[in-house]
C-alpha cells in the first residue's frame, strides 16, 4: 500500500509537471509569434493571386503564365516603393481533400511563387517566408465549385 501511495504521488507530481511545462512552452510559443510578428514590421500590403486570375490546376501548384504576369506587375510596385522589404508568401487551399495534403498543397504553391521571385528577379530568399495555411482560412465557404475556387489563393503580406 506504502509503495502503491508512493507511485500515485509521483504520477501526480509528474503531471504537475507536465501541466507546468506545457503551460511555459505556450508562453515561448506566444513570444515567438510576437518577436516573429515585430521582426516582419509594418504591413504595407497584401498582393492576392486568385486562383480565377492565375488558374492553379487541381492539386497542382505550377504557374500559369497568368499568374507569372501578375508577379511581374507585383514587382513592378516593390520596385516602385524602392525599400527594404519582407515578404510573406502564404499558400491557401479549399476544404477538398485530407488537411495533410492541403497544408502541404498550399506550401507548394507559395513556394512555386517564391522560387519564380527568386529566380525571375532575384529577390533575395532571406527577404521571403513560404507558411502554408492550408483550409484553415477561407475567404468563402466551401459549398460550391466557385465558392471553394475562391479559398485556392496564395497571399503576399508584404512588410517594411
Known amino acids: 500500500m506504502k509503495t502503491l501511495t508512493k507511485l500515485m504521488v ?46 492553379f490546376a487541381f492539386d ?19 520596385i516602385e516603393l524602392d525599400r527594404g522589404l519582407y515578404l510573406e508568401i502564404q499558400g491557401h487551399t479549399d476544404n477538398t481533400g485530407p488537411e495533410s495534403w492541403n497544408i502541404t498543397l498550399g506550401r507548394m504553391r507559395a513556394e512555386a511563387v517564391r522560387d519564380y521571385l527568386y529566380k525571375q528577379y532575384h529577390l533575395p530568399l532571406h527577404r521571403m517566408e513560404v507558411i502554408s495555411l492550408g483550409s484553415s482560412t477561407p475567404i468563402a465557404d466551401n459549398s460550391s465549385r466557385e465558392r471553394r475556387a475562391a479559398n485556392r489563393r496564395v497571399e503576399i503580406l508584404v512588410y517594411e
Open 10 to 55: 509521483l504520477v501526480l507530481s509528474l503531471g504537475s509537471l507536465i501541466t507546468q511545462q506545457g503551460s511555459e512552452l505556450k508562453n515561448v510559443e506566444t513570444s515567438l509569434e510576437e518577436v516573429r510578428r515585430i521582426a516582419r514590421g509594418k504591413l504595407i500590403f497584401t498582393e492576392v493571386l486568385k486562383n480565377d486570375e492565375v488558374k
Open 60 to 78: 497542382k501548384a505550377e504557374l500559369t503564365s497568368e499568374a507569372k504576369a501578375k508577379l511581374d506587375e507585383f514587382v513592378q510596385k516593390l
